[in-house]
């Protein structure tokens, strides 16, 4: 699996970026996709995650400032695109912001993309 990550930047506060994670080389037909971020001195969190059934999973801090969506996936399911719509950016979302594929006791990253929201 390779995880490839885009989109990131600076942005004053109430602006917005979208993220995009290009996933490929995968095998799997069922498993979890979605963004993580880590800021200095603080430990990796959930940002927003989404099955391949659909379901979506949102941190409290999200606010329904962020919305998590797939885009086409190829015809053999090798490869796929999440997005990651940022509105409203806030200071405390300055973080390197990662992609994650979770399946069973297996987690693949990408190289994260920073995300910094400063006037």
């Known amino acids: 699996v390779q995880l490839v990550e885009s989109g990131g930047g600076s942005v004053q506060p109430g602006g917005s970026l979208n993220l995009s994670c290009a996933a490929s080389?995968?095998?799997?037909?069922?498993?979890?996709i979605g963004w993580y971020r880590q800021s200095p001195g603080k430990e990796r969190e959930l940002v927003a995650t989404?099955?391949?059934?659909?379901?979506?999973?949102?941190?409290?801090?999200v606010k329904n400032r962020f919305t998590i969506s797939r885009g086409t996936i190829s015809r053999d399911r090798s490869q796929a695109t999440v997005y990651l719509q940022m509105n409203s950016l806030e200071p405390d979302d300055t973080a390197v912001y990662y992609c994650?594929?979770?399946?069973?006791?297996?987690?693949?990253w990408g190289q994260g993309t920073q995300v910094t929201v400063s006037s």
């Open positions: 080389r995968v095998i799997l037909s069922v498993y979890r």
């Open positions: 994650n594929l979770h399946y069973g006791a297996f987690d693949y």
């Open positions: 989404i099955t391949t059934r659909g379901e979506k999973n949102y941190a409290d801090f």
